[in-house]
């Protein structure tokens, strides 16, 4: 089953994260952005299951050298270095971050299902079913997880709130909306914040 969705810079490519195969999949599309034009190379794929048996979500660096990966197994987050950027299969993990809140220094997760990275690697929001929560995270380091501590977080679930059970989320490059998604509700959520 497909879960997670990324897309390069330039939108010449796409990639899914399978969670019954623990697959991050790549597909080249020829007419940029056009889904209907995206196909998989053989080659096009790389296994994560030594890293989580159940992969939900995945966000990159802008420049395509760093693949973040959150996982349900392992409530973890999962950082990749790709020594060519943008192409997975020259992914190699690099290393993996509890959301307990003994790792993060705040409240726990253990259900993680989505993934977003502030442009500058500075701040990571993660999307929880288990708390219905988004939780910021601060990187004292530019897209470097060890250095990564609870800041603040967000409930979405429960009245008055969204989604009880959120799924997938984008935030605006502004950083001042999000667009959430689940299946509580069934519908697309959009939040502001009033500072980005």
């Known amino acids: 089953s497909e879960r997670g969705l990324a897309f390069k810079s330039d939108g010449s490519r ?8 623990r697959e991050v999949l790549q597909y080249d599309l020829t007419t ?6 995206a196909s998989l190379p053989h080659d096009g794929k790389i296994s994560i299951s ?18 973040y990966i959150t996982g349900d197994a392992n409530n973890a987050v999962i950082q990749f270095n790709l020594s060519t950027a943008w192409n997975v299969t020259s992914a190699s993990h690099n290393q993996s971050k509890s959301l307990a809140s003994s790792s993060v220094g705040g409240s726990t997760e253990t259900n993680p299902s989505a993934i ?6 500075t701040k990571m929001y993660v999307l929880g079913k288990s708390n219905d929560y988004i939780f910021e995270f601060d990187l004292s380091s530019a897209w470097d997880i060890s250095t990564m501590s609870y800041a603040d977080h967000y409930r979405v679930g429960g009245s008055p709130y969204y989604e009880s059970q959120p799924e997938a989320m984008v935030i605006t490059p ?3 909306n999000i667009i959430m998604s689940g299946s509580g509700r069934d519908g697309l959520h959009h939040l502001t914040m009033s500072t980005a």
């Not at 977003?116 to 690697?121: E, H």
Request: cysteine-free.
């Open 14 to 21: 796409m990639y899914v994260v399978d969670a019954s195969t």
């Open 32 to 37: 940029n952005w056009d889904v209907t034009s």
């Open 50 to 67: 030594s890293q989580d048996g159940t992969p939900t979500d995945l966000a990159f660096k802008p420049d395509g050298t760093k693949m």
């Open 116 to 121: 977003a990275v502030k442009p500058d690697g």
């Open 174 to 176: 502004d950083g001042k």
